[in-house]
């Protein structure tokens, strides 16, 4: 005779197995990084400021794609051709348009 375990004994068994999954970096309750975006229309500038804060497994540097909307150009809804690239690795620069 043997022995056969009930779907139900082994579904409960399974679902007390401790499973270990890699979770993505966020930050945690009260950690961020922030950084202000400052358009200057009469000089058609661009600020994007320094990073404030940090958390672990930030990333350290990454790649803004800036797109300026108007009037027969972007409106937000579709995506549009960047007319300018970044590097943003956290500190302060202005791009001109």
Known sequence: MTSRTSPVALRRARS???VRCRRARVPKKGQ????DLVWNDKARTLTIGARRGTFPGMVQRRRLDLVLAGPGKANGIA??????HVTYDGKAVTVRF
């Open 32 to 35: 961020r990084a922030t950084y």
């Open 79 to 84: 995506a549009a051709p960047a007319a300018r």
């Open 16 to 18: 007390t197995k401790t």
